[in-house]
């Protein structure tokens, strides 16, 4: 006989919240193998010790931060309505069935008036990554770096066209001195001294989120976005490094600089590297030799010229006679080495201006071809050649199980598609406590399984 059910909500039990998690739920492999007791004395100083109002635990703020990124919860509001009704969330916050939740506005005004300028989110990120260390489940022995954009929260339709400067190489002091350092071995005056100024160019600034860059890249989207610079260890793609800057800031700037900050912090004893073609650059090649590291980049065609026009490719390098020898024979001899770090080499006009082929070697009106060899190019071609070898290739197809499968779970998984936040600090601060999320769950899947896989 079928019977209408009576009302049960007003039923009392004697239950806990123990038992309505399930063994097997992730919050509690987390609760089991990482320890959240760092937060504590990282936050201390930035509170009052003796008086005002008793504030929020900085301890549960963090971690109910991290139940959002670890859930794809974009909206802090809707981060606490979940807190409110999950049991799951409560045990791991440890808050009882009765206790009230904290308004949203408590996580956004300690992190606007407490946490704004300082470098807790960095710190917290580095606290987790240690513990990742001492679990063995990160070596440092070789790391691949990619970025990934973050769409601004900004309009892409306003904003003012400005004129900006284009941002500081790592490498610009190393590169003057190379450049002085080339010059005497020609046997020319040094150039007269003058700071290096970064590029300036017109381009589009956003009204409501001035710091974010206008993204034109090929096969990416238009519009304001953010860049989150990423570098994961190989074992388990642990993040290592994480940092946020401007969609328009090129990959190469950073990069030398966040690797080094890595090996200091971490203490790596990095052998090899992997890296898509936008790193491929003779910068990067040339710091990655003076630290000994293996590079392993991406290929990307150059730029083709105009039609019918000869290719660099057909211009011979030879090492001997410090020059570059033509289709037709002629010797392209050394000229000047400019500011930018650029060798140039020049045709004789009085060869070139009965050439054959002077139509296809130059539009100038001067018939002289000019070919550029950048004074690191030596390391370039060393480091493009590691990508043909065999471990040179595993590396490189390691990248993309790695550091790719981690912008995947990030965008996919955790709410990473878009900035939360405007300002490049508080950007900033979404893509660390979203990496360290991550690497949290990494760290708990990895410590409950029955067995590891063994270090390479």
Known sequence: ??????????????????????????????????????????????????????????????????????????????????????????????????????????LSQNRRRRYDNTTIAQDIFDQIVLQAIEHGLVDGTVLYTDSTHLKANANKNKYDL???????????????????????EHDLKPLKARERQPVEKSTKVSRTDPESGYMVRDGKPKGFFYLDHRTVDDRLGIITDTYATPANVHDSVVYLGRLDRQCERFQFDVAAVGLDAGYATAGIAKGLEDRQIMGVTGYRNPSRPRPGMMRKSRFVWEEQSDGYRCPEGQLLGYSTTDRNGYRQYKSDPNVCRDCALLSSCTTAQKPQRVITRHVWQDSRDRVDALRLTPQGKAIYKRRKETVERSFADAKQLHGHRYARFRGRKRVAFQCLIAAAAQNIKKIALAMTRESLPALA
């Open 1 to 106: 006989m079928l019977r209408t059910p009576g009302p049960i909500q007003t039923a009392l039990e004697m239950v806990t919240l123990e038992e309505l998690v399930p063994q097997d739920h992730l919050l509690r492999k987390i609760e089991a193998v990482i320890d959240f007791s760092f937060i504590h004395p990282l936050t201390a100083p930035l509170y009052s010790a003796d008086n005002g109002r008793p504030p929020l635990d900085p301890t549960l703020m963090f971690k109910a931060l991290f139940l959002g990124y670890l859930f794809g919860i974009r909206s802090e509001r809707q981060l606490v309505r979940e807190i409110q009704v999950n049991v799951a969330y409560r045990w791991f916050l440890g808050l009882k069935l009765t206790d009230g939740v904290f308004d949203a506005s408590t």
């Open 162 to 184: 400005k004129v900006v400067a284009k941002s500081r190489s790592d490498y610009w002091d190393a590169l003057d001195r190379a450049i002085e350092d080339d010059r005497a």
